[in-house]
């Protein structure tokens, strides 16, 4: 079996100096050794980047790239990159290639690989063993402290803990976890998002706005974004009472025509009347998704002209 490896950069791929973490010169090639028995690497040196600085330039060639391949030469793809946003990659990824017909997975590290303590190479050699398993789709692997290795989908991957470096699941179940040679799948393979028909070029912006008390929504400025994600308290809701409340907000946004998707609503038979007033004042609904999921979703569709 042939795995492409794209390389991305992140702590994966760097090294120590005296003084601190930098960038690194193809650190990553010390992953592919001889304990991957019937295995052969293809690694492509797409770029090398911290993942904080990672944007649009860097999605665009790395989705771009992605598209054109011929998915048949491979047994599936290896994608290694920064942990700060790992969840975001995985989420946007996630809805592009929801309906992909190989075994694409991203990992991390949370240390650089001369660190005797990181995790990257479990989580590499997990992802390899996912990838043996040829379950179609887009996931993601990484191995808590004190945990075993797991998968996650790309959409419900949430974003790491700034006190442990843990991730987790939105659904708090991922999709399997990994133990040496051995993959125990926790539910069968589903499709949580269609792939868009057309995948865009990403140049619109998306502002993500998280709520908090006190939040006063007129301090925005919103012109030059071509949308807006509000995500909500957890009972779906948000302040509406103040002169400087959502549904204010909503008012503005619809008459610049920018939308406004609230997340992440519940499957529910009523919702709170805060929760009305956002509806009846042009909040468009998001379900069961975390914040890196909503964001993606509403760049997916402000770059695909759909709203």
Avoid at 35 to 52: C, K
Avoid at 225 to 243: F, G, K, N, Q
């Amino acid at each position: 079996m042939k795995i492409l490896v794209l390389k991305t950069g992140g702590t994966i791929g760097s090294a120590y100096t005296k003084t601190e973490i930098t960038k690194g010169n193809n650190i990553e090639d010390i992953l592919y050794n001889d304990s991957f028995l019937g295995i052969t690497f293809e690694p492509v040196n797409l770029m090398n980047v911290f993942s904080e600085n990672i944007g649009f330039l860097q999605w665009n060639i790395l989705i771009n790239f992605i598209k054109k391949l011929d998915l048949t030469k491979y047994g599936g793809i290896i994608i290694t990159h920064g942990s700060d946003t790992l969840s975001y990659t995985s989420a946007l990824l996630g809805n592009l290639f929801s309906g992909i017909k190989t075994t694409l997975v991203l990992t991390a590290s949370d240390k650089p690989l001369e660190n005797p303590s990181t995790n990257g190479y479990i989580n590499f050699s997990a992802s390899v063993r996912l990838v043996q398993e040829q379950v179609k789709g887009v996931f993601t692997v990484w191995k808590n402290e004190n945990e075993n290795a797991k998968a996650y989908y790309g959409t419900d991957l949430c974003e790491a803990d700034p006190f442990s470096d843990s991730f987790t699941s939105f659904r708090k179940m991922p999709f399997g976890k990994i133990i040496g040679n051995q993959l125990t799948i926790n539910e069968k393979p589903v499709i949580l998002n269609k792939s868009p028909q057309v995948i865009p070029t990403f140049k619109n912006q998306v502002l993500l706005i998280r709520c908090y008390p006190q939040i006063d929504f007129s301090g925005y400025r919103i012109e030059n974004y071509s949308a807006i994600v509000v995500y909500l308290y957890h009972s779906c809701t948000a302040p509406t009472d103040s002169e400087s409340s959502i549904c204010e907000f909503l008012g503005l946004c619809k008459k610049l025509d920018i939308p406004v998707y609230l997340a992440s609503f519940k499957d529910e038979d009523k919702y709170y009347e805060t929760t009305n007033k956002m509806l009846k004042s042009g909040g468009i609904p998001l379900f069961n998704c975390s914040p890196e999921n909503a964001y993606s979703q509403a760049l997916i569709k402000v770059n695909s002209n759909l709203k």
